[in-house]
Structure formats: C-alpha cells, structure tokens
C-alpha cells in the first residue's frame, strides 16, 4: 500500500522528539564532576575538598535542588597523579558527561587535566591546586574563552605572604628554602624565589627532596651551615613532618614558615611537639568567628565525624563548600546545565554567594579567574595540635 | 668533621633502614631462586600491624611495644606462607621461570589495596617506645630509635648466620639452597623449606616494619620506596651475604646523604643507583655475593 506522507509530519516528529528528550532532561540529575586524591599523601585535602562538596551539594538538593534538578557528583580519585588525573578526566567528559568539574589538589594533575576540560569548553573551578599558572594557561585573546576558575590562594598571594611573614614581620635577613620535586614544590619554590627577589633577597640554601624522604640531614645541614635563620617550605605533610622531626635530631631549631600544606593533619601529627609554631597562609582556620563558619562547622563534623572533631583539611573542605555553592549560583542564573552558558555565568555572577572563606561578590570577570584575594588570607599558626589564627587581629576582622 | 660526622652516622641509620627490610630478599632467594616482590608491602602489613596492637588507630593500645613483637613476629610468618602457597608454589610446581615475579607483585598490590582499606591511606604516626630526645656523639646526633634500628640490623643477620650454620633446619635451608634437587634425595622436604625461607622472609620483613616505624611514618603505602631500596640494596651487597646486606645497606646510605650535602639534595639518588649499575656489570652476584654456577 503507498502511503502519504504529509510535508509537516517529519518536523512534526523531530519537534515532538526533542520535547520528549527534553522533559526527560529535566527530571534528569545534573552532573558534576570531583576529582581529587583520595589516597596517598596529599588525599586528607582531597577527603576534606570532596566531603566540603559533598555537604554543599545535600544543603542545596534538601532545599529542591537548582533550576528543579538534584545534583549528582561524581567522584573520582586521581591519586594525586597526573596520567590518573588524565584518565579521570577523559572519564568525566566523555563517559559521564559532566556540566562542570570541581577539584583538582595537586597543581601537576590540574596542569595535565584542565586542557581536556578546556578544549571540551567544560568550565573547572579547582578548588584546592595552587600552582600559579593553573588560571593563566588559556588566557584571551589566544583563547576565546578560558575555562579554568580557581578559588584557592594561588601560591603567587602564598609566597608574598610567607615572605612578607620571614622579611618584614619577622625581620629575618636569611632565608633557606626546603621544596618537595614535584611540580608544586619546584612551582612554589620559583614563586617565592620572585617573591624574595622583590624584596632584593635571595634565598641562603635552596634544597630538595623526594616523596616517601625519610631523611632529611643533608637537606638540613646545607641551610644551617648557610646561616639560614627561617626555613620556607613547598612540600606536602608527610615529608614537611620528616623536615620538622629531623630538624629536633639535629637540635637546630629555626621557624618554620610555608605554604598553607604545613596545616595538613599528617603534617601536624606526624611532627607532634617538633611542628609546633610552623605558620602558613590560610584562607579558613576551623575557628566559628562567623555565624556561617560556626555552622559550617558544626555541620561537618555532624556528617563526618573527624577524629579530635578536627577537619583533616579545614582549608580544602572550606574551598569544597564555597566551589559547590559558587557553581550552583552561576548554573541557577544560567538557567540551564549548558557547560558554555555556566562559564559565562561564572564571569558574570550577580548573586552575592556568601561562602565560608568569604562572600563571593562577583568573584570573577573575563579577565580574572581568582576568587581568592590577598585579603582573603590570613597566617595560620600550628598550636598544641591544631591550627589558630597567628595574628590575634585577624581573628576578629577577616 | 662534625658535620660529616653527622652525615655519616644519618647514612648509617638511613642504610640499615634499608639493609633490615632487605633481608627478606635473601632468604627465599637463597632457597628457591625466587624473591618476593611484595617485600615492601609484607614490611607494611607488619607495621600495620604492630601499630594496631601497640597504637591507637583500632581502639587500643592492648599490648606495649615490646610485647607486640612476637605477635608481629607470627602475623609476619603467617602473611609469608600465604605469598608462598598462592603465589609462588603454582610457578614452582609448573617450572615457570617468571610466574612467581607477576604472583608476588599482584600479592603485593592486593595486600596494599586491602590495607588501605582497612586502616586509610593516611600516614601515621608510630608510638616511640624509647626515649625521642636525640644523643650527642662527639657534636652529631642520631636518635635512640636510629641505634636500636642498628641493633635489629645486626641482631637479624647474626641469627640468620647462627641459624644457617649451626641447627639442623637451617643445615636444611642451606642444603636446598645449594642444590635443590639432591636436597630433595637426600630425604629434605624442600617443599617445607621454601615454604619456611618465605615464612621467614615475611617475619624479618614484618620486624623490620615495626623497628622503623617510629623513624619513617606508618602508612599503607609506606613500603613502595622502601621496598625498592632494599632490593637494590640486595643486589648490592649480594643476594646470599648477610653481611653483604649490611655493607650494601651502609654505602647506599652514607651515598645518599654526602651526595645531598656535598653535590645537591637534588642528586641525591643517583650515586646510590650509579653504584648499582657497577656492582651490576663488574661483579653481578654482588659485592659478598657467591658466583652461582648454573649448570645445563
């Protein structure tokens, strides 16, 4: 039998076919990607980063989610390296297809990830990666848009601020810096070197060391013989532990200031009365000065029980939180899960976000990818266990 | 002086670190020809282990340092003779030159993943059991732990060197080492022996872990480098030299630590694996190490 078909009934079709995948959307999740190490050395900041996210996404989801949908993460340990950082990005996009991605702990793995995200125009607020560079590798003109957002102390505001603390707070005159050879502490270590220069500086002893070191004599001995008053370290906990132990063995004992990894938990237990007095940059220190903070707080050790109610992490998992609310306001004023209408959101961000580090008032531009601010940021203090604000004053105002 | 002094004591204590974990290569190595890869990760279990026991990560202590111990001691042997009937008896029995090197890695890696899960992937802090306040010798410091590590060092290959010698099973051990198959006419159960020289090897590798715990962390992934060292330790000093093991441990450490602090901490590797290479094309069976003559 011949049929007719009428002209209209192909768009017709077409037409109903989309609005049937598209009421399927929006009863659908919306994807959003968390990737972070959640083993190894560096996996307290990327339980603590996740578990932040985590918390923000059930707040948001208990209060109806955004634009009628639930979140949905998807976690992914990248095991702090950067060919797994790869695989899990490439597992993100093309597997899960994720809207938008929050992460990344370690600057080597968000080097090596974020071009993937950028080239799939897939915006990433990293949230926890410091490494100064992280924020300026698609910059416009050469790109058209740049995808990558951060709201973290870049180690640029961290080496001003260590060195600021050694130079002019502290008035030492010589300095010796400990980094670890991955790209963080090499990075970090350029950072202050630019840092020490601005100041007409240079550093007495530039010294490096490995992952898993349990040695750090040789190290040690070549800043003290160079009469280094202070050490400045770009490492991680366990070896910034070993670094403070074996400065006890040596019986040479000089400040330890450095980048905000020296509030790590297995930093601070692991160098028991030997890491007391290290400071750091910090943009939160688990202390409720604000009523956001406090509930913050409260909720975190609600949900997750850390031992000694301390966060491993307090700094990761602030970032975390604030990442997950920040992202959700720019999906809500995009009105849809569309990954290039959030990153647009994102540089134009209307809603004042009250986060936990600060309140977020448009946090970015076209030009200016970095939420977080020197004013942002206050020096941290290792204290019978914990980490307080150094500067009494900072504990009122910030 | 004082400061090379001090690099040469630290080199001490870091080489024996590694000679102890490097036992366990020996033992199994000398009976069966085979070595277990997951040498790092049966030191791991150990002080896992003991941390459990002695520390406070599983709602202990229940036992004080020393008493841990001999309980280290039997979960060590016991983790070894788990190694050797799943992973490397199949390759034995079937003559599989390279079976027993994929079994003991994949052991090894298990054995991590199962760790991590259950007590973290964090690193931990090890109860010292002795006093943590550094001793002065002649202006260098070394630590109370660094020289009962030492001790053990020693204390572990003279027992192996009594044992080898002087009682009828490690008379057994040797026998098998030496020519396997004759061993067997000769009415030796050299199937027990290998299954012993592995027990063995994880119990020395397990001790090791609780003796350099305090010194170097407590963590799932805590034997990876370490494990690594080791071996190339082993190889230095020769795979059937207990005091090759010692003198290997030593030059490796002392290297270590002059090279960081004369040349730079950021070299601080390579003599150690230069000398590896040397050892490897000038003398392969190791610096104390006996040629062993393969006869087809």
Do not use: C
């Not at chain 1, 400040?255 to 930093?267: C, E, K, R």
């Amino acid at each position: 039998m011949h049929m007719i078909k009428p002209r209209w009934i192909k768009p017709v079709i077409g037409a109903s076919l989309v609005a049937l995948t598209l009421s399927a959307q929006a009863a659908d999740t919306i994807k959003i990607g968390v990737s972070g190490p959640l083993s190894g050395g560096s996996s307290p900041m990327g339980i603590s980063m996740r578990d932040g996210v985590k918390l923000a996404a059930d707040e948001i989801n208990k209060a109806g989610g955004i634009l009628g949908r639930k979140i949905e993460l998807v976690e992914r340990d990248d095991e702090a390296k950067n060919e797994r950082g790869v695989q899990v990005t490439q597992d993100l996009i093309n597997r899960e297809h994720v809207v938008a991605t929050l992460g990344f702990i370690n600057t080597g793995v968000a080097l090596a990830s974020q071009r993937f995200y950028q080239q799939a125009k897939i915006p990433v607020i990293d949230n926890v990666a410091t490494g100064s560079i992280i924020t300026q590798q698609f910059l416009p003109p050469k790109y058209p848009k740049n995808y990558i957002f951060r709201i973290a102390a870049s180690d640029k505001i961290q080496s001003h601020m260590i060195v600021e603390e050694a130079v002019v707070k502290r008035k030492f005159t010589k300095v010796a810096i400990l980094a670890d050879s991955t790209n963080y502490g090499q990075l970090g270590r350029q950072d202050l070197e630019k840092a020490l220069a601005a100041r007409g500086m240079k550093p007495v002893a530039e010294e490096k060391f490995n992952i898993k070191d349990t040695d750090m004599t040789a190290q040690l001995l070549r800043a003290k013989e160079a009469g280094a008053q202070a050490i400045l370290t770009y490492g991680i906990g366990p070896e910034l532990a070993q670094i403070a132990n074996g400065m006890a063995k040596l019986g040479w004992k000089v400040p330890m200031i450095g980048s905000w990894t020296l509030s790590m938990a297995n930093y601070i237990d692991n160098a028991g009365k030997n890491g007391e007095g290290a400071r750091m940059p910090q943009t939160f220190i688990q202390e409720p000065n604000t009523p956001k903070r406090k509930e913050f707080i409260n909720a975190y050790i609600k949900a997750y029980h850390p031992a000694h109610d301390r966060i491993p992490s307090p700094v990761s998992a602030a970032q975390g939180y604030d990442s997950m609310y920040v992202l959700a306001a720019a999906i809500k004023q995009a009105g849809s899960a569309d990954s290039a209408k959030i990153q647009q959101a994102l540089e134009n961000l209307n809603t004042k976000v009250n986060g936990v580090v600060t309140t977020y008032d448009h946090p970015f531009t076209s030009t200016n990818h970095e939420a977080i601010d020197v004013k942002d940021t206050v020096m941290g203090e290792v204290k019978d266990g914990f980490v307080v604000y150094a500067y009494e004053s900072d504990k009122k105002g910030h | 002086m004082e400061i090379l002094l001090q690099l040469i004591l630290s080199g001490v204590a870091l080489g024996m670190i590694y000679a102890v974990v490097a036992f366990g290569y020996q033992s199994t190595f000398a009976t069966s020809g085979t070595l277990n890869f997951g040498q790092g990760e049966a030191l791991m279990l150990g002080a896992m282990f003991g941390l459990s026991l002695a520390g406070d990560v599983m709602g202990g202590p229940y036992l004080n340092y020393w008493l841990m111990i001999p309980a280290v001691l039997i979960f060590g042997a016991f983790q070894g003779m788990v190694v050797e009937a799943v992973g490397v008896r199949p390759a034995i029995k079937t003559k599989s030159e390279f079976g027993w090197i994929m079994s003991t890695i994949a052991l090894g890696i298990i054995f991590r993943n199962v760790a991590e899960n259950i007590w973290g992937k964090d690193d931990m802090p090890f109860p010292s059991p002795i006093s943590s306040t550094p001793l002065h010798i002649f202006g260098a410091s070394v630590l109370p732990m660094e020289l009962m590590v030492d001790v053990g060092a020693l204390l572990m290959m003279v027992l192996v060197e009594l044992f080898n010698r002087k009682t009828i099973y490690g008379k057994a051990v040797v026998a098998t080492a030496s020519d396997r198959d004759a061993a067997g006419l000769m009415g030796i159960n050299t199937r027990m022996v290998i299954t012993f020289s592995y027990a063995l090897s994880s119990m020395s590798a397990a001790f090791a872990g609780v003796l350099i715990a305090p010194i170097t962390l407590t963590g799932a992934s805590m034997g990876a480098v370490l494990g690594l060292k080791a071996f190339a330790v082993a190889i230095i000093g020769g795979l059937n030299s207990g005091m090759g093991i010692i003198v290997g441990g030593i030059l490796l450490g002392i290297a270590e630590t002059t090279t960081g602090f004369y040349l730079s901490t950021g070299y601080k590797d390579v003599p150690g694996l230069v000398l590896l290479l040397l050892v490897l094309a000038i003398k392969p069976s190791g610096l104390f190490g006996k040629t062993a003559i393969k006869k087809v």
